[in-house]
């Protein structure tokens, strides 16, 4: 059997900003208590990760993320190539 893990879902958000931000939402703030941050607290994660952890496509990633930009609940910053991952900060 494969390994489980699982994510802390804000159910107060869910009706405000949407099923898909509050599921991406809780995946990266997951993240952000276990892996590394940089000086400004940033945390990298490649966008397959992100896929991989909630069975997306790419495409409904990327918009997910970037709605999640735009509701200033992260911030992000692309990588510079696929060997890259971006860089993510939560803001609340």
Same mark, same amino acid.
């Given at each position: 059997?494969?390994? %489980?893990?699982?994510?802390? =879902?804000?159910? *107060?958000?869910?009706?405000?900003? #949407?099923?898909? *931000?509050?599921? =991406?939402?809780?995946? =990266? *703030?997951?993240?952000? &208590? ?5 000086q400004n #607290? ?17 495409? %409904? ?17 692309? #990588? ?6 971006? &860089?993510?900060?939560?803001? %609340?």
């Amino acid at each position: 059997m494969a390994r %489980r893990s699982f994510c802390k =879902l804000d159910l *107060e958000l869910l009706p405000i900003i #949407g099923s898909d *931000e509050a599921v =991406l939402l809780a995946i =990266l *703030e997951n993240a952000a &208590k276990v892996w590394k941050k940089d000086q400004n #607290g940033y945390f990298a994660i490649f966008a397959t990760y992100l896929m991989e952890r909630t069975g997306w496509g790419q495409r %409904r990633v990327l918009r997910t993320r970037a709605r999640l930009v735009e509701l200033d609940l992260i911030d992000y910053t692309p #990588g510079k190539n696929q060997n890259v991952p971006g &860089k993510y900060k939560i803001k %609340r």
